[in-house]
């Protein structure tokens, strides 16, 4: 039986610990944190439950490849609730209100009431969305090896996202909601993704949600953790919580092992670094060894970006009007640094999961994009703790006056529970730069697939949803499938 180690419990490195336990291996996954799970997690606050990841989980519909691999890792279980989400978000302002809803054609019909000035921009949008239905994420094998018989597979996908994508090519976020002329629908569409994505983003999103294919998880981001880790372990892998890897054993063109943080030395016949990208290749592999995609992502920053986000969470004390899941209004404005306004503003009401919504409380959760020059900002304040912690309590509290005038019925009721900023990420999940998703690239760049290999080495792979478009949970997934699937390939097994 040949060992893998596997570097990092994140989904990605214990969805390939499952495929590789079903398939024959033994396995080993070391952790550098207490708890499994890496960016798909959650925390508690004075016991009051935090959720970090799963706003939606994509491609959880029944009939698709990628929702055979949630039950196949635990994401998803036969006994589990999943609860509905009838609709995107819903955004006020401008002296008007829109939801769009699971129902696109009610969406459809009420923007069409509200603009008919902009109907040809209307057609044009949901004609894309009934296409971006079709997305999917193939998880058989990796794309790179996939041949023309898989793609025919593919089916509607292969025929209707590309046409989707092309609808919209060199178009932005940004510009998606400028081509608009309603004051509503233009801020309600740049919304949910940092301005600068590619506007398809913004379709496929949209897409799942109407797709019936983006429910939420009972229990939220840290259940979810937890139960892959336990099917992992049920199906016989070893899972090491605290144990950092300080690098990967190289002989020649072998990986023989790692070497713990500890100075232990584990040796293997395999390994697969499902960590952080440019972690892997700043602690774990030699520089070099970087495969040329990636590297060519990471040095062009103008058209490869990453944005994180400012995060705080409060706690209301008793229930109130607030609807539950996403919402957004045009507030007032807040200016975090001082030379960008934010009037745009919104929340997440976790009502819509009385499992981690304590009795009596309401649990709201804000959140502010931060672009590259302010990222780099709260690193270098991050130097002094004092300050640190002064700026996030400044802008939490900042945030908490534009929800008490949209709801004054919270005032005297709210405080702030938590804050977090892309420093937290970059502490707990060595993210590069405090992205907790992975390369945007911008509305004239081709999105980069990188395969999970390494040419200088015949037997370590990658995986992680740095080698997938611009990342989350379904590429992370798959991506730890693929590193699997190619161990499986060179061993001559089935990969299952």
């Given amino acids: 039986m040949k060992k893998v180690i596997i570097v990092g419990a994140g989904i990605s490195g214990m969805a390939a610990g499952i495929c590789l336990q079903n398939s024959g291996f033994e396995t080993e996954i070391y952790e550098k944190n207490a708890v499994p799970g890496g960016e798909l997690t959650g925390w508690k606050r004075e016991g009051i439950y935090i959720d970090n990841c799963i706003d ?9 490849t990628m929702h055979e691999l949630w039950r196949e890792i635990g994401m998803l279980t036969d006994d589990l609730k999943l609860m509905d989400k009838d609709k995107f978000f819903t955004y006020k302002g401008h002296g008007g209100e829109l939801t769009l809803w699971r129902d696109k054609e009610r969406t459809k019909r009420e923007m069409l009431e509200m603009a008919p000035e902009d109907k040809d921009a209307i057609e044009k949008l949901f004609e894309n969305v009934v296409r971006a239905e079709s997305m999917l994420v193939p998880t058989d094998k990796p794309m790179d090896k996939m041949g023309l018989r898989d793609f025919m597979k593919l089916g ?3 025929k209707n996202v590309p046409a989707a994508q092309k609808a919209y090519k060199g178009v ?12 509503v629908i233009r801020s309600a569409l740049q919304m949910m993704h940092p301005e600068n994505t590619q506007a398809y983003s913004f379709i496929m999103s949209y897409a799942t949600i109407t797709s019936g294919s983006g429910d939420i998880p009972e229990g939220g981001s840290l259940a979810a953790a937890l139960r892959i880790a336990n099917r992992y372990k049920e199906v016989g892998g070893k899972l090491h919580l605290k144990s950092p890897v300080k690098n990967v054993k190289i002989d020649g063109k072998i990986a023989t092992g790692v070497v713990l943080e500890d100075g232990t030395e584990v040796s293997a016949d395999y390994v697969i670094c499902a960590t952080d990208a440019n972690h892997t290749f700043t602690h774990l592999l030699p520089a070099s060894y970087m495969p040329k995609k990636l590297k060519k992502s990471f040095d062009d920053k103008e058209h490869f970006s990453v944005f994180s986000k400012f995060h705080a969470a409060f706690v209301v004390d008793g229930k109130t ?17 001082g030379d960008r306004e934010i009037k745009d503003v919104g929340f997440i009401c976790y009502d819509y999961d009385p499992s981690i919504t304590p009795e009596g409380k309401t649990i709201l959760q804000m959140k502010l994009f931060q672009y590259t020059d302010e990222v780099d900002r709260w690193f270098e304040l991050a130097k002094d703790k004092e300050k640190y912690e002064a700026k996030k309590n400044e802008i939490a509290l900042k945030l908490q006056e534009l929800i008490v005038k949209q709801y004054p019925e919270v005032a005297g009721k709210i405080r702030v529970l938590d804050t977090w900023t892309p420093v937290t990420y970059a502490k707990q999940c060595n993210a590069y730069r405090g992205a907790y998703m992975a390369f945007v690239a911008d509305k004239n760049t081709k999105t980069v697939t990188t395969p999970g290999v390494i040419k200088k080495l015949n037997n370590v792979f990658l995986a992680g949803q740095w080698l997938m478009g611009s990342g989350g949970l379904p590429p992370a997934t798959a991506q730890g499938k693929y590193a699997a699937w190619r161990i499986c390939n060179k061993e001559h097994v089935e990969c299952k």
């Fill in 56 to 64: 939606w989980l994509m491609c959880s519909k029944k009939g698709t």
């Fill in 156 to 158: 509607d996908f292969a």
């Fill in 172 to 183: 932005s976020v940004k510009d998606l909601g400028e081509s608009f002329k309603n004051p």
């Fill in 321 to 337: 009007s607030i609807p539950a899941d996403t919402s957004f209004w045009e507030s007032e404005g807040i200016n975090v640094w």
